[in-house]
């Protein structure tokens, strides 16, 4: 499936995405902290994204989200995708699911759906997006998708990092997952995400990164304590409009 998001109007069609068009960079303004000025960057990262069919989404988070928990599930990856976006540094996004209610929900935000294909597991799910998303900038990553205290400038302060490096991953807040797995251009794409995957990154001789301010990067939700770790954060308009429903503040 290929969808294309605008402010008005979806687009979908079910179909292999064989040539991904060609964007030209576009340029955002980072504000650095430590000079007090603002500096020009080039969205040169496209970002692949994965959700997995909501149904079976998030099953650690029923004993807080009850029968909302696909809505929950559905709301982190909407917050995750409008940051990642928003993020100086990305080009573009590519979701990879074959779940229509979040297809329709991230191509209107603005991704690019494609289908989970060949249907094997994160990782061969996570290669196919990568390979419609090298049409679309230089560098490509994969991020997490239940990050819904993402932040855009502290995602393209460690996409900065992560450029210097071939292969770089950052690790959860738990240091033993990962949130996010980059590979600069002409590197090719094998990311290794599962259990204890930050180990398994490492091992493949990937970069960890590690910068200080890049929590909101990191935070990834799997179980309650997660979330209210997440909320204290702050989190995204969709979570917390969701979490308001649910009376989780």
């Not at 976006?85 to 929900?105: G, Y």
Request: charge should be negative.
């Amino acid at each position: 499936m290929f969808c294309t998001g605008h402010r008005h109007s979806l687009s979908c069609v079910f179909r292999r995405v064989e040539q991904p068009i060609s964007r030209q960079p576009v340029v955002g303004i980072l504000a650095n902290e430590d000079t007090g000025r603002e500096d020009q960057l080039v969205a040169s990262w496209a970002l692949v994204v994965p959700v997995k069919p909501l149904p079976v989404a998030k099953s650690r988070l029923a004993d807080v989200a009850r029968d909302r928990r696909s809505d929950l599930a559905l709301a982190m990856a909407a917050d995750t995708v409008q940051a990642a976006l928003s993020a100086p540094a990305v080009a573009t996004v590519i979701a990879v699911t074959d779940d229509p209610r979040a297809a329709e929900l991230l191509g209107r935000l603005g991704a690019v759906v494609v289908g989970d294909e060949p249907d094997a597991g994160l990782n061969p799910a996570l290669r196919h997006g990568a390979s419609a998303a090298r049409g679309y900038a230089t560098a490509v990553g994969a991020l997490s998708a239940d990050l819904p205290a993402l932040r855009p400038e502290p995602l393209s302060a460690v996409l900065g990092e992560a450029a210097q490096h071939p292969v770089a991953f950052l690790p959860d807040m738990a240091s033993t997952g990962t949130t996010l797995y980059t590979t600069t251009a002409d590197t090719a794409f094998d990311p290794l995400f599962g259990e204890h995957s930050a180990r398994e990154h490492r091992r493949a001789g990937a970069v960890e990164l590690g910068l200080p301010d890049a929590a909101s990067v990191r935070r990834d939700v799997d179980t309650g304590a997660d979330l209210l770790a997440a909320v204290q954060l702050g989190v995204g308009a969709h979570t917390r409009d969701l979490l308001r429903e649910l009376r989780i503040e």
